[in-house]
């Protein structure tokens, strides 16, 4: 298997935001160098171009709009995120909803920038679908436990295991990533060894006094 990819999501948290953003992103850089394994962050758009300019790390945005520049006021494009140095893109985030057209639209502007489409999921359908699209990954995470604390690993891992066999029916080029209340190596062990490339993650991270330690955790199991 490739090497597994971590993203941190740093949502609108104050804890990852501004000075503290570049926190997480230097303990990523860190924990990303020392264990071999791919650390990404998801900043806010107002951080975005700092963190991609001074941390040796995959930047992803959390959204963007598919639409070409323009006039579209309060939008946000393809090329601002890849001209700011984002690699790639969260697409219909659990908190970002979008509809089946919209996620299409925004999965094209990321394929015209040439940026990696991560798009989230919320069930086992929404997962096959999003894999009929074609993006480099599928991110299932169940909307219940997302910043709970309690891990899909341990609480549903089922839901893990029949995405990743619906994503292997539809498109097995596609990688599949899981994500909600992940916060230990051992829930990222376990998500990988049900068949995930890798976990997407928030609160455990960003909300956590030393997000160093708590990424040395999350790949000590690797
Ligand atoms: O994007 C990651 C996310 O929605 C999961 O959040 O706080 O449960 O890790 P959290």
Redesign the pocket.
């Known amino acids: 298997m490739a090497r597994p990819l971590i993203?941190v999501?740093l949502?609108a948290y104050a804890e990852g935001t501004g000075e503290k953003a570049t926190r997480i992103a230097a303990a990523a850089e860190e924990v990303g160098k020392e264990s071999g394994v791919v650390i990404g962050v998801?900043p806010a758009y107002t951080d975005l171009g700092l963190m991609a300019r001074d941390y040796d790390v995959p930047v992803y945005a959390q959204h963007i709009d598919g639409v070409m520049p323009g006039a579209h006021t309060g939008h946000v494009t393809a090329e601002q995120v890849r001209g700011a140095g984002a690699m790639g893109t969260?697409i219909n985030?659990?908190?970002r909803r979008l509809t089946l057209a919209e996620i299409e639209a925004s999965l094209s502007a990321a394929r015209r920038c040439g940026l990696e489409a991560v798009i989230?999921t919320n069930n086992v359908a929404t997962t096959a679908a999003a894999a009929a699209l074609g993006p480099e990954y599928v991110?299932i995470?169940p909307p219940e436990?997302?910043?709970?604390?309690v891990s899909v690993s341990k609480a549903d891992p089922g839901i893990i295991e029949n995405s990743v066999e619906a994503v292997r029916g539809v498109n097995p080029e596609v990688k599949v990533l899981t994500?909600?209340?992940?916060?230990t190596g051992e829930c990222v062990r376990i998500a990988l060894d049900l068949g995930t490339d890798g976990v997407?993650?928030?609160?455990?991270?960003?909300?956590a006094a030393d997000p160093a330690a708590a990424l040395r955790d999350l790949v000590s199991l690797l």
Not at 179 to 183: D, E, H, Q, R, V
Not at 200 to 207: D, P, Q, T
Request: proline share 0%.
């Open positions: 993203i999501n949502k998801a969260l985030h659990s908190e989230c991110a995470e436990l997302i910043g709970t604390g994500g909600a209340g992940i916060s997407l993650l928030a609160s455990g991270v960003v909300k």
